[in-house]
């Protein structure tokens, strides 16, 4: 059995137990315990069937048993446990997964790492407790920096990642690193990231518990990825969270807490845009980049950029950029694009920074997680015999400030640098030294201005490093995508147990309307329509459905609307168009003059009336709201085409003649050209018919069987005003044989 036939299985045995079916659940167990090398399993599972049996007994045979109901439930809980225990031991004793490697082999060693930490914490306690930081950043105690400590943490991250379930050592560890003065915020960081990957790989309850310890000690930046891992965690085990009373209460204990609710809602729309990445990376990749390539060849010509340092005005503008940008609207608009979503939150650099996941730095998974911070000796080695002195402490310190990039690309960024020329490096540096002097004092404004900004930098950068990890790792095939749940964060369970706010759930809503994500939009606004029947979320609703082409579902949420709404003139244009896509123009008409009552001029309901009378083959009601329209826009030249059908269809062949002409005039396509000849032959010029057809066939690039195609749609018309079906077929050949002559 290879990993994903196991993967398989267990998915199976999870919604057999979550549909209630145990026996089959147990089988499927037994069959998954031959598999393992840990025999008490087999022994555990035993001891489950048996008590089950011993509820279908009381249930059936026996006396009835008022403590039935928990007995099952514990069941269900311990059978779902000992699922993800079984699939663990088939995982490390037939060696299905390479990246389990990375853990500790031996239980000695790790419990000696969680000693070592321990002792280290609790040194650290007591000497900070009266010299932390006043910003609380004590990472200049030596102890932080020194070989063994750090070797300690990335231990730790490996021991933490691959516990199955926590030891009374771990939690009293992990408890203790969540304390003030214990240890440094991009530690505790890199900790927290550790649970989040231990809890997603195996679930144990005290995890989640450890991180709601992390998020409630408020540390920052430190409790933001806590609050990131819990949400996360618990999306991707929301059949479960009723099986663990204790997390509900953690949760309802969490509700009207505006900090945690506006910040979950920070999560979860960062989580739709992190997953709309891939799609961004390609639009930039094809669209942005490509024009910015074409601006650069295009100046270095129009500018003349291999004179321009001769010239002696060196600081002046080129006069011709401005001509030059005239010219080339749409860069401004892709640069401007690009701008809009990196201050949106957008990941616009995955694709610069791909490639420089490389770097030996990346080898170790627990440098994915680890925060940027000058002090890190990947970041020290870089200005080791430099010689640029304060401009080197500059720069790191202003990399770690910098809202720009992830943690994760910083570090690719400085490791790229290393490897660059002294003088190439030095020039860089001091470019990103200026950029960033300006732009971290203004992130440092917002930040004292709003404390919430610096919160949603912090979740976006996670948010980023994360999905590095899950998309550029080596290994990363091994392990479930946290970006591919398939269920919507906000319709999980631990989401309407934890938030009561509905203006949450409606501003995430409302983010997905605005992206265009109809399908998602509908199905949060339809969970509001239950509190909250308003006019607005009918209309939302309904225009999803029309975007999805559902027009049946449309239009019953739009005359719900119209029972409420005030915009009734919009409401009735969209309730119109839903029924001409449904063919129906009988309602068509009928909305559309509620809607002309409502403006009488407005050019758009003249033309779609007319165009519905059309399609009704009512042509002289048809023609009149087209000649309103041309009254109305005299230099609407496109009416053109719709009059002269019009006044084709009603003989009035002089003025369906007299308005192709002009249509013909101001530019003329292929259907203006067979319009025509159907007009001269049906006054009998065939000639002239026969050269209209022609120069329809030639405006068409020769397309003849298009040509074949609108003669015979056409038949039933020319037919009805006296030309013969069995002329048509020869003037359709006629047409081919003679327009390639």
């Not at 989640?208 to 992390?214: N, V, W």
């Not at 998020?215 to 930046?221: H, L």
């Not at 732009?439 to 900004?453: K, S, T, V």
Request: hydrophobic share 40%; proline share 2%; charged share 30%.
């Amino acid at each position: 059995m290879n990993y994903r036939e196991l993967n398989a299985k267990c998915r199976q045995v999870f919604t057999l137990i979550a549909g209630r079916s145990i026996k089959d659940a147990i089988d499927l167990l037994g069959e998954l315990c031959n598999l393992c090398r840990n025999r008490d399993l087999r022994l555990q599972l035993d001891r489950h069937q048996e008590t089950y049996l011993n509820i279908l007994r009381y249930s059936f045979e026996l006396k009835e048993d008022p403590q039935k109901e928990k007995v099952y439930l514990r069941l269900i809980k311990s059978l779902t446990s000992l699922a993800d225990d079984i699939k663990e031991d088939i995982i490390r004793s037939h060696h299905l997964l390479s990246y389990y490697s990375n853990e500790f082999q031996s239980t000695l060693q790790a419990d000696q790492v969680v000693a070592d930490m321990l002792r280290m914490t609790e040194r650290l306690s007591l000497e900070n407790d009266a010299d932390v930081a006043a910003d609380g950043d004590i990472r200049q105690n030596p102890v932080f920096r020194s070989a063994s400590y750090r070797k300690n943490v990335t231990a730790l991250f490996h021991v933490i990642w691959f516990s199955d379930k926590l030891s009374e050592s771990q939690i009293s560890l992990l408890r203790q690193i969540s304390q003030p003065g214990t240890a440094s915020w991009y530690d505790k960081s890199l900790v927290v990231s550790a649970l989040t990957l231990s809890l997603l790989r195996h679930f144990d309850s005290r995890k989640i518990d450890l991180l709601f310890g992390f998020y409630e000690a408020m540390e920052s930046p430190v409790w933001q990825r806590a609050l990131v891992g819990l949400v996360l965690s618990l999306s991707y085990y929301d059949d479960r969270i009723d099986y663990y009373p204790e997390i509900p209460q953690r949760l309802k204990a969490l509700q009207g807490m505006q900090r945690s609710d506006k910040t979950v809602e920070k999560i979860i729309i960062q989580y739709i845009k992190a997953r709309d990445t891939e799609k961004i990376t390609r639009k930039i990749q094809k669209e942005i980049l490509p024009e910015m390539i074409k601006i650069k060849s295009r100046l270095e010509e129009k500018l003349d950029l291999e004179n321009l340092l001769s010239s002696s005005t060196l600081e002046d503008k080129n006069p011709e950029w401005e001509n030059f940008f005239k010219e080339s609207p749409d860069v401004y608009s892709k640069l401007e694009e690009f701008t809009n979503l990196q201050l949106e939150g957008a990941d616009v650099f995955l694709g610069a920074f791909a490639m420089l996941k490389q770097f030996d730095f990346f080898g170790e998974a627990a440098n994915w997680f680890v925060p940027f911070y000058k002090e890190n000796e990947a970041v020290t080695a870089l200005f080791s015999g430099s010689e640029e002195g304060p401009a080197t402490n500059q720069f790191a310190e202003g990399i770690e400030r910098s809202n720009i990039l992830c943690d994760s690309d910083k570090y690719s960024f400085c490791l790229n640098l290393k490897h660059m020329p002294s003088l190439q490096k030095s020039s860089i540096m001091e470019l990103f030294n200026m950029e960033l002097k300006a732009m971290n004092e203004l992130a440092m404004d917002d930040e004292l201005i709003n404390a919430e900004a610096r919160t949603g930098v912090i979740i976006t950068q996670y948010f980023q490093d994360l999905y590095r990890f899950y998309k550029l790792y080596p290994q990363r095939h091994e392990f479930d995508d946290i970006f591919k749940l398939t269920e919507p964060l906000y319709e999980g369970r631990f989401f309407k147990i934890w938030i009561n706010d509905v203006d949450i759930l409606r501003n995430i809503g409302e983010f997905m309307f605005a992206r265009n994500s109809y399908r998602e939009a509908m199905l949060v606004f339809k969970q509001l329509i239950e509190s909250r029947k308003n006019f607005e979320l009918f209309e939302k609703i309904a225009y999803c459905y029309e975007k999805q082409q559902d027009y049946d579902h449309a239009l019953e949420y739009y005359h719900k609307a119209e029972l409420l709404g005030n915009n009734r003139f919009w409401l009735l244009n969209r309730i119109a168009f839903c029924y001409r896509k449904k063919g129906n123009y009988e309602k068509v008409i009928e909305y559309f003059r509620e809607a002309e009552k409502l403006e009488p001029e407005n050019l758009e309901v003249q033309a779609l009336l007319g165009q519905a009378f059309l399609e009704m083959e009512n042509y002289g009601e048809s023609l009149k709201y087209y000649f309103k329209v041309e009254y109305l826009q005299p230099n609407n030249h496109k009416v053109y085409r719709p009059i002269a059908w019009c006044s084709f269809m009603l003989n009035k062949m002089d003025v369906a003649q007299k308005y192709l002409e002009k249509s013909i005039t101001l530019g003329a396509n292929k259907n203006d050209y067979i319009n025509m000849g159907h007009i001269y032959w049906c006054r009998g010029q065939k000639q002239e018919a026969i050269q209209h057809y022609r120069m329809a066939v030639r405006t068409a690039n020769m397309d003849f069987s298009w040509f074949s195609r609108v003669m015979s749609e056409d038949g039933k018309y020319l037919v009805s005003k006296g030309i013969q079906l069995f002329d048509l077929s020869l003037m359709i050949d006629y047409i081919r044989l003679s327009a390639i002559q």
